[in-house]
């Protein structure tokens, strides 16, 4: 019934699809992107800031030590280095043993035998960069996907911190009222009070900055709005009269709690919570920027935009551009989805 009143919202729907698209492809990025290196941090000078759509061959060379063997997951959680490396040239040519060949931007060629590079019978590899390259001359679409994944992971890290605070906090002090309540209220009312980003700056300050303390720090920050919409709701559920029913049957607290009221709040606290998704992305973001956040040379979207956004007013603006679009995508997504989700948990509708 849900679903089927979910359905006709088509923007909800559009922003669904294109939520789990972005999920898969960010999830399984370092299988699909050019650059699989961890962190994709491979970086090519030479080939900074390229346009949309630039091509280039590279030279697969032999590295000199071998690259240790990766299971799958770690390849699809952190990515792997390659066991050859890429270089970037203009031309090449072969003649007896050795192919002679002239990297990017270079006028003089330089010989090798053979044996040095990875496959003789493909010597060359042909790559391109759909979004161009950024500053240090890193793949922007490696990036963008791999961010993406940060992006989306910080929101849900963050809302399951967020409902399991807020659900908490807002049932007890609905239910049990009085010093319960007061005490709640109390924390609620200290938190609420201060700036958002502020706090969370000051809560990386205290427990470092790096993946996992971002996802603590957004989640511990986004729970408030929650606790106090779910204690509302719990205030006027437990006054009813099926309620009171179970208390006088002798239900225990726990029970009521939870088969009792908690099933008919649960469509506020998923509006709620994909709220928070999109704020929690927004926030990772404005830290990032602010380098309160994921830390070089780590990617995120934030970082992304920080890093570019002096190119705008140049012709290389694609590369704060697109991380901008990528975060308005997530967000104007999720956005749809709780309207959506709204729609279907209103009868009224």
């Known amino acids: 019934m849900i679903?089927?009143?979910?359905k006709k919202n088509k923007l909800a729907v559009a922003g669904l699809v294109f939520m789990i698209l972005?999920?898969?492809?960010?999830?399984?990025?370092y299988l699909i992107i050019p650059d699989h290196s961890p962190d994709v941090n491979l970086m090519y000078p030479d080939l900074a800031r390229k346009r949309p759509?630039?091509?280039?061959?590279?030279?697969?060379l032999k590295k000199g030590d071998v690259a240790p063997?990766?299971?799958?997951?770690?390849?699809?959680?952190?990515?792997?280095?390659?066991?050859y490396e890429l270089v970037p040239v203009d031309s090449f040519f072969h003649k007896s043993d050795s192919v002679f060949f002239r990297t990017y931007g270079n006028t003089l060629f330089t010989?090798?035998?053979?044996?040095?590079?990875?496959?003789?019978?493909?010597s060359v590899i042909r790559l391109t960069s759909y979004l161009g390259t950024d500053r240090f001359g890193r793949d922007l679409l490696s990036r963008l996907i791999i961010g993406a994944r940060v992006s989306i992971s910080v929101g849900l890290v963050a809302v399951l911190i967020s409902v399991i605070i807020g659900l908490l906090m807002g049932l007890m002090a609905g239910y049990y009222r009085g010093k319960v309540d007061a005490f709640i209220m109390w924390i609620i009312n200290i938190i609420w009070s201060l700036?958002?980003?502020?706090?969370?700056?000051?809560?990386?300050?205290?427990?470092?900055?790096?993946?996992?303390?971002?996802?603590?720090?957004?989640?511990?920050?986004t729970w408030v709005e929650l606790a106090r919409i779910v204690r509302g709701q719990v205030f006027a559920i437990r006054e009813t009269e099926y309620i009171q029913a179970a208390k006088v049957l002798g239900f225990s607290d726990l029970r009521i709690l939870l088969k009792h009221i908690l099933p008919n709040i649960w469509g506020t606290v998923i509006i709620l919570s994909v709220a928070n998704f999109a704020s929690a992305i927004l926030l990772e973001a404005?830290?990032?920027?602010?380098?309160?956040?994921?830390?070089?040379p780590s990617p995120s979207l934030g970082q992304m935009i920080k890093e570019n956004y002096a190119f705008i007013v140049f012709?290389?603006?694609?590369?704060?551009?697109?991380?901008?679009?990528?975060?308005?995508?997530?967000?104007?997504?999720v956005n749809f989805i709780g309207n959506g989700l709204r729609d279907a948990f209103d009868v009224n509708i």
């Not at 990386?204 to 996802?215: E, P, R, S, Y």
């Not at 694609?318 to 995508?329: R, Y």
């Open 3 to 6: 679903w089927k009143r979910f």
């Open 22 to 29: 972005c999920i898969l492809v960010s999830f399984f990025g």
């Open 53 to 60: 759509g630039f091509s280039c061959n590279y030279l697969p």
């Open 69 to 83: 063997d990766v299971s799958l997951p770690e390849k699809v959680l952190f990515g792997w280095n390659a066991d």
């Open 111 to 122: 010989g090798i035998p053979h044996t040095a590079l990875v496959h003789k019978e493909k």
């Open 195 to 221: 700036p958002t980003l502020m706090f969370i700056i000051a809560l990386t300050f205290a427990i470092g900055k790096g993946f996992w303390q971002i996802f603590v720090a957004v989640g511990l920050t």
């Open 286 to 296: 404005g830290l990032s920027f602010l380098g309160q956040g994921l830390q070089p």
């Open 315 to 333: 012709e290389a603006s694609h590369l704060a551009l697109f991380p901008g679009l990528m975060i308005a995508l997530l967000v104007m997504s």
